[in-house]
């Protein structure tokens, strides 16, 4: 059988029987005690490498399980990403363990888009992530040293609180609508703890060479500056740790604040998660200059996992300070999920998604329904109400990410047209969705006269960027009164505009008869709906 130098040359035997670490367990079990009503009917993986760590955490599950002081056995996952010469030697390795001791084992493989460390983990995550079904939990070995690293890059890196908090203990990771759930028990356990416990167990644990080889800023940390802060306080790592643990602390009621100012600052009617999210700027301004912060981050991070950086915000912020009328200004953040424009428009700041501005450039077609084919059935026995009371879907614009329809309730729009003496041949009543033309002049209820191009935007608040995407509803018919005037030898119609839409607004158009009754009744009668997959 092929071996590699980098595993521990210890023979693979069963370890159920010998000795537990109790500061290990206690750890494990008190984390397990606090998370035990989520963790519940849940399925529970441990990502196992297969160096000292991961198979000290699952040699430990092992124990406590034959002991019955573990109410679950995890399932190893291992992930061959193939960066090693011996990658596939030490794959083996840890699924011949795993049957030594019982526990189920999984090997996956993982393409790594390049050769840094981070890209091989986020292929580690990606791989697994695929692997686990929704609400599952993923065991992490990390410890202590590893989350005193981590502040420490974070630090480097000009975190705020949120990134010095470290990584949690607890965390929901939810990714294209699957969700699964990191546990990471061991964050108060040192690395020297798991290493007398491998050490008194003969762990043939991986010692990958890579790890304390200095080429990466985490690995530089652990070999030339931890050992220096050492000496200074030989508590740093339980220290570090310790101040992780506050500034989540603190970092919960930045959140907590964040998520209230938010309430109020937010245009709830213009809300499209996560394609676009929209500030009343005049309600952020009202806030102290350090809670804009706050909020503008919280407000930007929305739907991603990672926060954006200080300076995006700092620049948002400037945009939002502007008192000039240049709202022309962009700014672009590429985020983890999508990548996303800020723009302003009057009192208004915007975080639109590339997708949703793609989907806006989609051109609109014009429509012709006729109401009299679902107000009547030529079916024997059907009923002719129930049928008009039918919903008749009308698609405006789609593509694989977002759907504009129209719902008409032909039923519901007849009473509309009542005070227009609709002659008796229904079939001529049709109703009409056309892009709104930049010379078409329109009245809104609202307006005192009929406006058309930049006035018309201007009155409505319509963004450059939606302008392309407004449709007026029209009702076109014949009048008896003008098809019984002896001097037309063809009905005359009549096309009455009603309704102006926009993806997520709409105004009742103008009309002395038609706004007899009420106006909202239009609207009841001709709904807009914009659906956005539960995969975005």
Not at 174 to 200: C, E, F, G, M, N
Not at 365 to 380: P, V
Not at 430 to 441: E, S, V, Y
Request: glycine share 4%; net charge negative; aromatic share 6%.
């Amino acid at each position: 059988m092929m071996s590699s130098s980098a595993i521990l040359p210890h023979p693979i035997e069963p370890i159920a029987e010998l000795p537990i670490d109790d500061n290990l367990a206690k750890a494990l079990l008190t984390s397990m005690a606090e998370y035990g009503e989520q963790l519940q009917g849940r399925r529970i993986w441990l990502a196992c490498s297969g160096g000292r760590d991961s198979l000290a955490l699952a040699a430990l599950c092992v124990q406590l399980y034959q002991q019955g002081r573990l109410p679950f056995l995890p399932q190893l996952l291992h992930v061959n990403h193939g960066l090693q010469a011996d990658s596939a030697i030490w794959a083996a390795h840890v699924a011949n363990w795993a049957k030594a001791q019982k526990i189920p084992c999984t090997i996956l493989q993982a393409h790594v888009n390049g050769h840094d460390e981070q890209a091989a983990r986020q292929a580690r995550y990606d791989v697994m992530r695929a692997q686990l079904n929704q609400d599952d939990v993923l065991l992490l070995a990390h410890h202590a040293d590893d989350q005193a690293e981590t502040v420490l890059m974070r630090l480097i890196q000009g975190a705020g609180v949120n990134g010095l908090s470290g990584m949690h203990p607890w965390r929901v990771q939810t990714q294209d609508a699957h969700r699964i759930i990191v546990w990471r028990p061991w964050l108060i356990v040192q690395r020297a703890s798991i290493s007398s416990y491998a050490k008194r167990l003969k762990l043939p644990y991986i010692d990958d060479p890579t790890n304390d080889g200095g080429d990466n800023v985490r690995s530089g940390l652990r070999r030339d500056i931890m050992p220096v802060l050492a000496k200074y306080n030989p508590n740093v790592i339980d220290n570090i740790a310790r101040s992780a643990q506050l500034l989540s602390d603190a970092q919960l009621t930045v959140k907590a604040q964040a998520a209230e100012d938010l309430k109020q600052t937010e245009v709830i009617s213009l809300q499209l998660p996560s394609a676009q999210r929209v500030l009343n700027i005049d309600e952020l301004q009202k806030l102290p200059l350090y809670r804009q912060r706050q909020l503008l981050h919280y407000w930007l991070g929305q739907d991603e996992p990672l926060p954006p950086a200080k300076q995006l915000v700092d620049d948002v912020l400037s945009l939002s300070q502007r008192h000039d009328h240049d709202h022309q200004t962009e700014l672009f953040w590429q985020g983890r999920k999508q990548s996303y424009t800020i723009r302003r428009y009057r009192q208004q700041l915007y975080r639109l998604s590339s997708d949703w501005l793609k989907w806006l450039e989609l051109p609109l077609a014009e429509q012709t329904q006729s109401l009299f084919t679902h107000t009547e059935s030529n079916l024997i026995g059907a009923d002719i109400h129930t049928t008009g009371r039918q919903p008749v879907p009308i698609n405006l614009r789609n593509d694989d990410k977002f759907t504009w329809q129209l719902q008409i309730l032909p039923n519901e729009v007849m009473p509309l047209l009542e005070s227009y003496k609709v002659e008796s041949d229904k079939d001529k009543l049709r109703i009409t969705f056309a892009p709104l033309d930049r010379n078409q002049r329109v009245q809104t209820a609202l307006a005192s006269r009929p406006q058309s191009g930049k006035k018309l935007y201007q009155t409505l608040g319509i963004p450059s960027w939606m302008r392309e995407s407004l449709v007026v509803v029209s009702v076109t018919l014949i009048n008896k009164e003008s098809s019984e005037n002896e001097l037309l030898e063809n009905d005359c119609p009549i096309e009455q505009p009603i309704l102006l839409l926009s993806p997520l607004e709409n105004w009742v158009l103008a009309s002395d008869k038609l706004l007899e009754s009420n106006p909202h009744y239009i609207e009841s009668a001709i709904s807009s709906c914009l659906t956005v997959p539960s995969s975005f």
